[in-house]
């Protein structure tokens, strides 16, 4: 196994200019992968940083993915292995070329000192990086404090210069498979009465009618309360807000003008289309099940 030695990092910079107006998007998965890295940290380190990876377009900044990078903080200067995280990028960066760095995260509910000496490198990788902190010890609070910074360049001309970390607006954004996987890990709070949690500690997926179900229920209970606020805008019982009647009038244009039997029509096709795709899921299950059989057979 290869080692690499520590890269050391000087201290004395000077910060780059940076925008105010970016909006940081973090995705569940990262907030994911930065609690597994402090949790995997080892006994005698107590912040744990690492490298941010998305996009950047119009001033907003999403954060679709992390790695972390080991390294050493000590009184003068901080130590990080740089060849590891270039490393880990590159391979990264095979896979999805879309990801670049965008910025850094570190555990903590506070900018330390050694910050701004981790932030010039980069700065060097990156335009404008971003600074983002987890407060992994949910000390007195039962929520994590989610905090990004910019660094902004400080000082007069020709004389002392300087950086402060100015914080941003930062967001907490999902795609909707990100939303599934959230909803089933937020039904491990609160169990329904006689279920209890599996012998790993979390709970089952549920069968494909059941979610619909589920989805039905829910869908119903959204109705009803759109249903109570327009009979309460209608008698005069609440204010109407503008913007919720023009996202009504948007849902109501986005759905299709059809007949009963042409949705009949619609719904069979997109139905036989799913069995049929469930049906080769399965063969490809079967045969890839059978082929590995076949394989320890011969290699025996």
Same mark, same amino acid.
């Given at each position: 196994?290869?080692t ?61 993915n ?15 292995e ?8 590159d391979?990264?960066?095979? =896979?999805? *070329?879309?990801e670049? !760095? ?7 509910k ?5 910050? $701004? &000496? ?26 994590m404090?989610?905090k ?27 795609y ?51 249903l109570?606020?327009?009979?309460? =805008?209608? *008698?005069?019982?609440q !204010? ?13 244009? $986005? &759905? ?16 036989k289309?799913?069995?049929m ?13 059978l ?10």
């Amino acid at each position: 196994m290869r080692t690499r030695k520590p890269t050391s990092l000087l201290t004395n910079f000077d910060a780059p200019k940076m925008a105010l107006n970016l909006i940081v998007k973090v995705h569940p998965v990262v907030l994911f992968q930065i609690v597994d890295a402090y949790e995997r940290r080892n006994a005698d380190t107590h912040r744990v940083i690492g490298t941010l990876l998305g996009t950047v377009e119009k001033g907003i900044v999403e954060v679709t993915n992390c790695f972390c990078v080991p390294h050493k903080e000590y009184a003068d200067q901080v130590e990080a292995e740089l060849n590891y995280a270039m490393d880990l990028y590159d391979l990264n960066h095979r =896979v999805n *070329a879309q990801e670049s !760095i965008v910025g850094w995260w570190a555990t903590g509910k506070e900018v330390t000192n050694h910050s $701004s &000496v981790i932030h010039e490198y980069y700065a060097r990788e990156c335009n404008n990086p971003v600074h983002l902190t987890l407060d992994t010890t949910m000390a007195n609070t039962t929520r994590m404090g989610i905090k990004a910074y910019v660094c902004v360049q400080l000082g007069v001309p020709n004389g002392k210069q300087g950086c402060m970390f100015t914080p941003v607006r930062v967001q907490v954004t999902s795609y909707e498979p990100e939303i599934v996987g959230l909803q089933l890990c937020a039904k491990t709070q609160t169990l329904p009465p006689g279920q209890a949690l599996s012998k790993q500690g979390g709970v089952e997926p549920m069968l494909d009618l059941a979610q619909i179900a589920e989805a039905s229920t829910k869908l119903l209970t959204l109705v009803d309360q759109v249903l109570n606020y327009v009979d309460d =805008v209608l *008698a005069g019982k609440q !204010i109407a807000d503008n913007q919720v009647g023009r996202a009504l009038l948007d849902m109501v244009h $986005s &759905v299709p003008k059809m007949s009963a039997d042409q949705f009949d029509q619609m719904f069979n096709s997109n139905v036989k289309d799913l069995l049929m795709v469930v049906a080769l899921s399965q063969l490809i299950k079967t045969q890839l099940q059978l082929n590995e059989k076949l394989t320890l057979l011969t290699t025996l």
